[in-house]
């Protein structure tokens, strides 16, 4: 099983800034990429920024400039840095993980419970 603990979400002011973070444990035999999704009522679920074991990133068009993915590999713990907010980023954020449970078995995804970003005056 995987374990998943998310913190850092929030009421924050237009302008304003928060740091995520999830840590995951468990049974897990190889972590290729972790990220971050957001969701909002009546929409898809939709990255917000990834990051390989490798350290490359990829962030949606609307967040670039803004928000920083990082990645501490020791820890098995992603980090997104949210800088100059805005209202449309308002929204449930979910921490992805892309990993093998052993060797023998596929990449598949895993999702912690989400975080919820309120971004509002």
């Known amino acids: 099983q995987v374990q998943f603990v998310e913190s850092g979400g929030g009421l924050v002011q237009p302008g304003g800034s928060l740091r995520l973070s999830c840590a995951v444990s468990?049974?897990?035999?190889?972590?290729?990429?972790m990220g971050w999704y957001r969701q909002v009522p009546g929409k898809q679920r939709a990255l917000v920024a990834a990051?390989?074991?490798?350290?490359?990133?990829n962030y949606a068009d609307s967040v670039k400039g803004r928000f920083t993915i990082s990645r501490d590999n020791a820890k098995n713990t992603v980090y997104l840095q949210m800088n100059s907010l805005k209202p449309e980023d308002t929204a449930v954020y979910y921490c992805n993980l892309k990993a093998q449970r052993t060797y023998y078995s596929t990449v598949l995804d895993y999702w912690g419970a989400g975080t919820q970003v309120t971004v509002s005056s």
């Open positions: 468990g049974s897990i035999f190889n972590i290729y990429a």
């Open positions: 990051i390989t074991s490798g350290g490359s990133t």
